[in-house]
């Protein structure tokens, strides 16, 4: 133990990997350590209470770790309690089992260690040592049990039939809202603020297993109350993750530590590294959100027509098709000059495209910078589009089109820029995600 005349903000201590991981943390309450295997995934975890003495006036401090979690894989876990068998589908958990035995054949199924396992023991306990004297000043206390014999062993025997069962209802970020027991008996209800910060948590009819595994269904460690996303832990009471993203460069735009660009209540990011949509009935929503920002701009052209104005029976229905409108509107423009959205909207039969267009201004014969400003989605103002005289390739033919390029990170910012878009005769082409050329059309 270190002598510390300490405050207790003073006493939150933590200590990072080289590859900025978690190695240990300590307060005063709780400590930790955690050990990571070859591809970054946590694979031991040992905890305990902070013991504390006062002599003489003087306040010492200690971590004592009488706790442990081995994960063995993602499909089990033990602890000094017991072990538990995980179910997953397609990612996500959908089931965990108290297990009662038939741990079979458990020697043959690893291969020979060459370092005897004391020997690997006494170089951990040293590493664990060292860690918590260098980094935090502090030396621990370690009285964990050996797994292999409290839990391996005596669990070799057969499998009890009636091992309990408790399966997860879980939302569509994938965060555990109900447990419930395989007779239906509700055993536990969670609900969450938005960022994920424990709201409700009600335990019901059971005192056998509570889940670890609540925001995003990703482990929430009960001594510090941080969640284990894989390369990051994340703080959901500050909505922010404690390390640097190791993807940092992907997203310039956005703080390091900053939580799915702000909006957790459409994405999530699985291990820490990289902001993904949600996917429900083969469609994203981030897709439906894009489609919705689309149809309030220039893409309005290609969903809704009727939404801004176009008229199938208006006395001025365009008889040309929008590219050879594009091209007579534009080609008439001259270096500099500037055509405003009501013009265009004049030119094109459809009246309120001057809502999400302000101007298009021509740069050179085939390339026109377009500043739009749409009402009511706060930090759109004045964002950058270009318009561009391009060839086209469908099949194996060759089409002249007009491709619209959009730069949306101020409408949504954990995106880059918007796929490209081409105007080509009557027709709007676009590359989904899946890297298809999708199509859509004007009404003739």
Not at 105 to 132: A, K
Not at 254 to 280: F, K, M
Not at 301 to 308: C, E, G, K, P, Y
Not at 309 to 332: F, V
């Amino acid at each position: 133990m270190i002598k510390r005349d300490v405050t207790y903000i003073e006493l939150n201590k933590y200590c990072w990997t080289e590859d900025n991981r978690m190695q240990g943390m300590s307060d005063k309450n709780n400590g930790a350590w955690y050990n990571y295997d070859a591809t970054g995934e946590r694979n031991l975890k040992l905890t305990g209470q902070t013991y504390y003495v006062n002599q003489n006036g003087q306040d010492y401090y200690a971590p004592i770790f009488d706790q442990q979690t081995l994960y063995a894989n993602p499909l089990i876990t033990i602890n000094d309690k017991g072990y538990t068998k995980h179910y997953f589908e397609e990612g996500k958990r959908i089931c965990s089992k108290i297990g009662s035995g038939d741990l079979l054949d458990i020697n043959t199924l690893v291969p020979h260690m060459e370092t005897p396992y004391e020997e690997q023991q006494n170089i951990q306990r040293e590493g664990l040592e060292w860690t918590f004297r260098a980094c935090m000043e502090l030396t621990p206390e370690i009285a964990t049990h050996n797994l292999y014999e409290t839990v391996v062993q005596p669990y070799e025997g057969p499998m009890n039939p009636d091992e309990p069962i408790f399966y997860y209802h879980s939302d569509h970020l994938g965060s555990a809202s109900f447990l419930t027991d395989n007779n239906g008996n509700e055993t536990q209800q969670l609900v969450y603020l938005p960022y994920g910060e424990d709201w409700v948590d009600l335990k019901y009819n059971t005192q056998q297993f509570e889940t670890p595994y609540k925001f995003n269904g990703k482990e929430k460690d009960l001594e510090s109350g941080y969640n284990y996303y894989g390369a990051r832990y994340y703080y959901d009471w500050l909505s922010i993750w404690l390390s640097v993203d190791p993807l940092s460069d992907k997203y310039p735009h956005l703080t390091s530590y900053n939580y799915c660009a702000n909006n957790p209540v459409i994405l999530i990011d699985p291990d820490g590294r990289e902001i993904v949509e949600i996917i429900q009935n083969n469609k994203s929503i981030w897709n439906n959100i894009l489609n919705f920002k689309l149809s309030n701009s220039v893409y309005e052209m290609n969903s809704s027509a009727t939404q801004v104005g176009y008229n199938q029976d208006s006395p001025k229905k365009p008889k040309q098709s929008l590219e050879q409108l594009l091209t007579s509107t534009l080609s008439n423009t001259e270096k500099g000059e500037s055509i405003s959205g009501e013009k265009l909207g004049e030119v094109l039969g459809i009246p309120a495209i001057s809502k999400v267009i302000s101007k298009i201004i021509k740069k050179d014969d085939n390339t026109f910078d377009v500043k739009r400003t749409i009402a009511g989605l706060g930090v759109l103002k004045d964002s950058p589009m270009k318009i561009e005289k391009t060839k086209l390739t469908i099949g194996t033919k060759e089409l002249s089109a007009y491709r619209i390029q959009i730069d949306y990170r101020d409408i949504v910012k954990s995106r880059g820029a918007l796929p490209d878009f081409y105007v080509s005769g009557n027709n709007i082409y676009y590359y989904g995600k899946d890297g298809e050329l999708q199509k859509g059309s004007i009404p003739n």
